[in-house]
């Protein structure tokens, strides 16, 4: 199976900041003959069931606000989130997709500083 | 707007069944994979299983492997979740999400509500 790390576990970010959350999958969800990264993802709030944020590692999902950035190829991954805004409080997940079973890393908590 | 609404959960003892139903509207639902994917009470999310499109291709994660089943009416836009032998391991919300493709390997752009399965005696 696919081991999936997130790092930090919690951040505190204040209002207008940046929040940078890593993943690291143990091993390479790049697929070579598409040339995509099998790699999500998501936004949960209390309460409430996960949205998809980032698909395909770099690709927004649409409706989501620009601030919200993914990069990074293979096996380590970032999800960005250029200024912090209140309603970003919530748990952010990145899941691999690339091989069964899919998993998910434990979750990164964004909350305000 | 796409909508899922999954329904069936409940209490079940250790070693009961139960069927969870996830009724699709607001998109082709015979074209799309489907999951499940459960959070237990205070945790991290837990991918469950998958099915394709035609239903042609199903997995599941080892820990529910050769327990539960995953199908789907496509004439009902209903997507299901067997789940025999429950543990008590198994309490958790379980979550509908489409697949943004027809296949199995796509993210799950959109999610259900949850159904809570409580897994006590």
């Known amino acids: 199976d696919i081991v999936m790390t997130q790092s930090p576990d919690s951040l505190a970010v204040s209002l207008g900041e940046r929040a940078t959350i890593n993943c690291k999958s143990s091993?390479?969800?790049?697929?070579?003959?598409?040339?995509?990264?099998?790699l999500a993802w998501y936004q949960q709030k209390p309460g409430q069931p996960p949205k998809l944020l980032i698909y395909w590692a770099s690709t927004r999902e649409s409706g989501v606000p620009d601030r919200f950035s993914g990069s990074g190829s293979g096996t380590d991954f970032t999800l960005t989130i250029s200024s912090l805004q209140a309603e970003d409080v919530a748990v952010y997940y990145c899941q691999q997709h690339y091989s069964i079973p899919f998993t998910f890393g434990p979750g990164t908590k964004v909350d305000i500083k | 707007e796409v909508q899922l609404l999954e329904s069936g959960g409940g209490l079940v003892q250790p070693g009961g069944s139960l069927r969870l139903s996830c009724a699709a509207s607001?998109?082709?639902?015979?074209?799309?994979?489907m999951s499940w994917v459960r959070q237990a009470p205070g945790k991290g999310l837990e991918w469950v299983s998958v099915?394709?499109?035609?239903?042609?291709?199903?997995f599941y994660a080892d820990s529910v492997k050769g327990r539960f089943t995953i199908s789907r009416d496509n004439s009902k836009n209903t997507l299901y979740l067997q789940m025999n032998s429950l543990r008590v391991e198994d309490t958790a919300v379980y979550y509908c999400a489409k697949s943004n493709g027809g296949n199995c390997y796509g993210s799950q752009d959109y999610w259900g509500q949850g159904t809570l399965v409580t897994v006590s005696s």
């Open positions: 099915i394709s499109d035609s239903a042609g291709s199903t």
């Open positions: 091993q390479s969800v790049l697929y070579n003959s598409n040339n995509k990264n099998y």
């Open positions: 607001g998109f082709t639902f015979s074209t799309f994979a």
